[in-house]
């Protein structure tokens, strides 16, 4: 848990209007007056509006045109200055106060001309020089050099300031040589610089001796591709602000000595799409233009917690497409000036204010594993800094946590609980909703030790894009090989199995050309098997698996093509893809291949068994009838004897597999299921098999909060099920929507590669025999009413007899409470609080997570007074699947009526007749005429006059009717006749009839009521 920093103090270069209170007395004017020294808030006034196609400003024409890009101010005449091409190109003076349209600026085509714009956009000094870009697409090429332009004043004729490549020739990335797309200037005279984005890493900066002419030098920046191209302002001291459209808001530091810019700090602002921006450096504010057609304002004083200032702003209609994302920002002096390219043009100025506390995104719920590496919760607010904060936890303070994030290491089942954050400021205070973080119990014992981990990042053949599919073990060495397809070529890595350090790169150039290997596995002889992922094997992409003869950095003998090809051939289709998994086992001539088929959009139910035939192998396809679809994919090894395999692909159950390769065949042997006990959880692939110690380990994997883990299973016993004995997690939480990482067993040593995770290693125990209980499903809180009888579950499983023990209230052990359930009779108010079970065998015992109970107090008066009942499952309309819906009382005989209807019944309808002063049943009405709708009779009434009616239910009443029966009387030889069949509401669209009914009234003024 952190603190926050001190916050410091901020100081305005201009003032702004202050709206405060006027009638205050003088002890709250010097708490503004406090306020005011430590920091404020910002709202927009609106000064004035420009709509594309307005007429009194000609350039902004309706339509695509782009042909208005650029917008500054300027702050000696407090005029907005917006060049444009539209016919004829000028730069145009509007007023800043108003928005009236002034004039243009001096324009002198022998100056001016040239480029792929001849304009495009502006920006102005200090001192009220104004210069104008042009827009160069090659500043070497056809469209002309880069080209600045200078105007000393608004009325002053135009100089050319800068004519050339700020590139220097560059002809990395894209677009290597654009420019004019942004632009952002500060300084005046000499002190001048200009800074000009690209497609690339590469800025040009524009720096003068003279305030009159530019010459340029290239900055080599750390960028992401446009990440400068179109919102780039210049920061504090030495530093630059850029976005691209969609990524984090990033602030550049500038070394002018070696001409490079270097990263230093991020503002995520979630949602916001940006073109343009502008930063006001003295008041800390980012002004962004967003391609929705709006435009937002940031406090990013903290970088960490930015907060948005006043609401967002909409540009003006009618408006129309900006599909090239350009746009201008100006932020000075108290003003904010923005344009949206076809879009039209808004002016505010800026008014402090001082703002209570607002939560903008609360704590989010969480749902993580036990002995997860971290969480943090937190917490994102609008108002006026300085803001202190205090976390709670179930409703009370916790000590020391007073940062705007709660941060938590190795989670326990301690730290469930619900979480809340109260934020206080000069102004007000708020708190924050309740976060539940809910802690899911883990299942670590002594089965593997972990020996050690290498995190995501941290190597370059261990990456988070979706680059390493292929983790082995060496039975030989036990050397871990690593494979990546992680451009620009694979990587075949080695590491020591005791340290994971690095021993070396293997020297796979014999093998080449391939596309890229995939999987990698190691026979018990020491040789390497390499596989590519073929999604086409009758085009340019066929299947291969090439092999090295060990794992030196150099292997003995070159490495040689072992199969190539179509391994399904005749049976699948040439693009079912292979080499989503691989597995290898025996050695020399008797070396084996696994093989798995299939991918998300090609269904297969078929494998590969690749023998050695002379030094080439040859592939018999199995075919498993029975089988999941592309139960291969994504987990796959060999089991238990000579003729089994293992297959878990994503959401489909661990099924062991028996074939006959004689015959290409095989069936299910066995199919464990994905809950309870013994079970294997649908996001389990990647497996391995170790038949010396009988485990079987595989990937869960898990998205954002909830880390891969590494599950292990006893599956000696194949008729019991596989046996949750160790669950090992891994330190990260990047998502592998792929599932395509594995792990492996060889020589006492487990190893795991999570995609996009890193790799963990661990020693498997050979002595480890008996494990804790596993607890399959944790008892659930329940409220009840009082009176009732409540009961507790708890499903356990061991490889042991178990025992239990209930305890309620934490301490108290209750008397012979020692089965898997507990039931509560006769619960009261003493009865209310936490139950829980202590699960043990001989290898210890676990507790369950607590369930409370909670009780509703029965509120019994004489108002009425039970007379009977019938439980449910007792009689053949009274059951216990939804089947009963309706249910009436006859005011002419005192007879209670109950309709039933269970589709799969010879008679789907029932309509009993009961004794409402006993419940006795006296007879079925007669039902021969009822059918239709997707209920046959939903809801039943009676008439004042004993006239019955009974309604079904339809989805779709203008094809499928309504039907309303009516019964003269509830006699059993009456016969029903139809009353109505139609569509009661046929103005009214997608609608269900029949969900509620009910009936008043007597003869022709008899009414039935629905809703719909």
Known sequence: MNRPGNTKRRVNSTPIPRLRPLLMGLLLLGLSGLQCALAQSYVLSNLWSIAQGASSHPFLTVGTSYTTRGLAYNPVTGHVIVPS??????????????????????????????????????????????????????????????????????????????????????????????????????????????????????VGLLTTTDGVNFTATKITTDAVAEETRRALAWGAGNTFWAKTIAGNLRQFSLNLGNQTATAVTSVSLPGVYAEAIDVDVSRNLVALVCTNHTLRLYDIFDPAQPIQQDVTRTFPPPGDVNGNWV??????????????????????????????????????????????????????????RPFSFQWRFDGEDIPGATGPSLTFSNISLANAGSYSVVVTNTSGSVTSSSALMTVTPGNPSAQVTNIWNIAANTRPYLTSGYKEYGVAINPLTTNVIVLTRQNPTNMLVVLDPLTGAEKYYIDYSALLPVSGFNKVDVADDGIIYLCNLSTDTSGSNPFRIDGLSDDGPVPALAGRQLFYGDPGYPVTSPNVVWGGTMAVRGSG?????????????????????LRDSGGFFVSTPITVPDAPDKFGRLGLDWGPGTNTFWAKSAATSLILVEFDINTGT?????????????????????????????????????????????????????????????????TSYNADIEFQGNVDFAAGYLVALGVNNGLKAFKVNPNFTASLPV??????????????????????????????????????????????????????????????????????????????????????????????????????????????????????????????????????????????????????LDVSVVSGGNRWVNKIGVADDGVVYAGNRSTAPATDPFILYRWADDAPTTIASIAFSGDPAPSLPSKVAGYTMDVRGAGVNTEVLMSF
């Not at 502006?122 to 105007?151: E, H």
């Not at 001539?589 to 068994?609: E, F, R």
């Not at 909670?854 to 439980?871: D, E, F, G, K």
């Open 85 to 202: 091409r539209t016919a004829p190109a000028s730069v145009h003076i509007l007023d800043g106060t108003d928005g009236t349209l002034l004039g243009t600026l001096p324009f002198d085509t022998g100056v001016i001309n040239g480029g792929t714009f001849v304009i495009n956009l502006a920006a102005v000094t200090d001192d009220g020089v104004i210069y104008v870009a042009n827009l160069t697409t090659d500043a070497t090429g056809a469209s002309g050099p880069f080209k600045l332009y200078r105007w000393a004043n608004e009325s002053a004729q135009p100089t050319l300031a800068y004519s050339g490549d700020p590139s220097f020739g560059n002809t990395n990335g894209s677009s290597p040589r654009r420019f004019g797309d942004s632009l952002t200037l500060r300084g005046s005279g000499a002190g001048t610089q200009i800074l000009l984005g690209t497609f690339n890493q590469v």
């Open 775 to 924: 607890i399959v499903s944790h008892p659930a809180s329940a409220t009840w009413f009082a009176g009732s009888n409540p009961s507790f579950t708890v499903v356990a499983d061991s490889a042991t007899p178990l025992s239990y023990q209930w305890y309620f209230n934490e301490t108290q052990a209750i008397a012979g409470a020692t089965s898997a359930t507990l039931t509560v009779t006769n619960a009261q108010a003493a009865n209310e609080g936490q139950y829980f079970v202590r699960v043990s065998n001989a290898g210890g015992s676990r507790d369950s997570l607590p369930a409370t109970l909670t009780l509703i107090p029965l509120y019994n008066t004489a108002q009425m007074t039970n007379i009977w009942s019938v439980l449910a499952g007792t009689r053949p309309y009274l059951n216990t699947f939804y089947y009963e819906y309706g249910m009436c009382f006859n005011p002419v005989n005192s007879n209670l009526l109950v309709a039933s209807y269970v589709s799969t019944n010879a008679t789907p309808v029932i309509i009993a007749v009961l004794d409402a002063l006993t419940g006795a049943e006296k007879h079925y």
């Open 327 to 384: 746009g201008s920002a100006a932020l000075r002096n108290g003003k904010l000036f923005a344009l949206d390219c076809n879009n039209g043009i808004l002016a505010f100025s800026l008014n402090e204010v001082y703002l209570p506390p607002a939560i903008a995104t609360q704590p989010a719920s969480v749902t993580i594993w036990e002995g997860a590496a971290y969480w943090t919760f937190s917490v994102a607010v609008t108002g006026t």
């Open 666 to 730: 095989g069936f299910v042997k066995k199919t464990y299921s994905l809950t309870g006990a013994r079970s294997v959880p649908s996001s389990v692939t990647g497996i391995k098999y170790d038949r010396n110690y009988g485990l079987l380990a595989g990937l869960q994997n898990g998205s954002p909060p909830t880390p891969v883990s590494v599950p292990i299973y006893d599956v000696r016993d194949i008729d019991a099920g596989p046996l949750w004995v160790d669950q090992e997690l891994f």
């Open 589 to 609: 001539a008797d070396t084996q291949i696994l093989l798995g088929s299939g991918s998300y959009n090609q269904s297969s139910k078929t494998v590969a068994i």
